[in-house]
């Protein structure tokens, strides 16, 4: 069985309009409701751990019982950075294995969440190709340095799935080694252990910008079924 | 599977003729929770379905007065206690008292709003907040509720606002896998259509038995396939 990491922050501020980030609507609904539902769905997840912003665990312990999510669920207060949140949050988790999402991204599905936990590797991420041209620069100078590959390269997504071990040893590898990272998998793998990705969805994207709400919104409103 | 079908206003007219077609069906619907208030033609209703049970489905009546929120409130959570879940929700209740907008008593207007309107709301978020997934919700609206009539103020305002909550419902319930369906009915012969209408004959109109048919339809695996979002049952 499985522990749900659901980051519940990461939305830039720009769309929160005075209201915790995390509260914002997308299509009418919480965002936080997308991934709490398809989640909530699926069997082999039986501990879902929560954060919330500090001062937000009432309002996030009411949408959680308004929506009935029958998945049991630990909250957690919010670190200061996503690392932080992520070290506090996997001493909470029962499961030896554990998948980390995020509330900003709201098109996950149920189907994701199984696709991942079916997928035979221990550390598994889903990633997308990249369809255009990336450069190595030096920003101070404006100066291209090189090429890369982009047949080697791929947008990292969630949700992710880890040995609960192999990520708190490439957590502690981090606070050893002084280095940020903004995600668990190239983490996890820097720091020693396998981990392999799964071909995500488009658009299972991650909502960060106002526009982003408005194409959520447009894509979870249902698919233009007109001929 | 077995399911449950739960109809409110299911003591006569397009209630209990959508029950009878269910029930009388060789189907995956087991359990009938049907909601009216006491009266003789409910009794009537029960005594003929346990008469003629072909099937051995099981029927649970609760008499109640729609407008009484607190109670549907405290009704929905025996009905989750005993039953588990509601697959199918018929909300076919409907009240009306018509009148020109000088005669119109507040209180029977919040009555028709209480009856139309907020009793679904009331049913659909109390089962939603039990943890209940619907299949099906069905919200008998009225083609009333898509224009205005003189005299029918009440009656028309709150059914225009079932046509309209039903799409957020649709909408909103879509994360579930729930399909929300609103019909409205043109003229059918039920006795609310003989309060809106006295002097018609009810042998010239549509019967209940026909939107019947076309509630058995939508709840078939053919439904998902009508754009329900308010489907028009007319002569």
Redesign the interface.
């Known amino acids: 069985m499985y522990s749900l990491v659901l980051l519940n922050g990461g939305i830039g501020s720009r769309v929160a309009a005075g209201q915790p980030k995390q509260f914002i609507h997308v ?3 919480p965002i936080i ?2 991934s709490l ?1 398809a989640a909530d769905a699926v069997d082999e997840i039986d501990e879902i751990v929560l954060n919330y912003p500090e001062g937000w665990r009432e309002d996030t312990e009411k949408l959680v ?4 999510v ?1 998945t049991p669920v630990t909250y957690v207060v919010a670190g200061a950075s996503r690392h932080e949140s992520v070290s506090l949050m996997l001493p909470r988790c029962k499961n030896e294995r554990v998948i980390v999402h995020e509330t900003a991204r709201p098109l996950v599905g149920a189907d994701d969440f199984r696709r991942i936990v079916a997928d035979p590797h221990d550390n598994v991420s889903f990633m997308l190709p990249i369809p255009f041209t990336v450069a190595p620069v030096e920003p101070e100078s404006a100066k291209v340095t090189g090429w890369l590959d982009r047949g080697k390269l791929r947008n990292v997504q969630l949700p992710q799935k880890f040995r609960k071990a192999d990520l708190i040893a490439a957590h502690e590898y981090a606070e050893r080694e002084g280095v940020e990272f903004t995600e668990d998998a190239t983490l996890v793998a820097v720091a020693g252990s396998e981990v392999y990705f799964l071909d995500g969805e488009d658009r299972n994207f991650k909502v960060t910008t106002p526009t982003d709400v408005r194409l959520a919104g447009f894509l979870l ?2 698919e233009d079924d007109d001929e | 599977m077995s399911k449950s079908l739960m109809v409110t206003g299911a003591s006569k007219g397009i209630g209990a003729a959508a029950v009878e077609r269910f029930f009388h069906t060789d189907n995956d619907v087991t359990d009938f929770i049907l909601l009216a208030r006491e009266s003789q033609s409910f009794s009537d209703f029960l005594d003929k379905l346990s008469a003629d049970n072909p099937h051995g489905k099981r029927v649970h009546p609760h008499f109640i007065d729609l407008a009484d929120r607190a109670r549907i409130v405290g009704l929905m959570k025996d009905v989750m206690s005993e039953h588990g879940k509601v697959d199918i929700l018929l909300n076919n209740a409907g009240y009306t008292s018509p009148c020109a907008i000088q005669q119109v008593q507040f209180s029977d207007f919040e009555r028709t709003i209480g009856v139309n309107l907020y009793a679904p709301f009331t049913i659909v978020q109390e089962l939603l907040h039990s943890g209940n997934t619907f299949e099906l919700i069905v919200n008998v609206a009225s083609t009333a509720g898509m224009n205005g009539r003189p005299g029918w103020l009440t009656y028309s305002a709150s059914k225009a606002a079932l046509i309209t909550m039903s799409e957020v419902m649709k909408d909103e319930l879509a994360i579930y896998g729930t399909r929300v369906v609103c019909i409205s009915p043109g003229r059918c012969a039920t006795d609310l259509r003989k309060t809106l209408a006295p002097d018609e004959d009810p042998s010239t109109i549509m019967q209940p038995e026909h939107v019947a048919g076309v509630i058995e339809m939508l709840a078939s695996d053919l439904g998902r396939f009508v754009d329900s979002r308010n489907l028009v049952v007319r002569m």
């Open positions: 299509n009418g609904l409701v997308y539902v019982i308004d929506y009935a029958k409103g249902g």
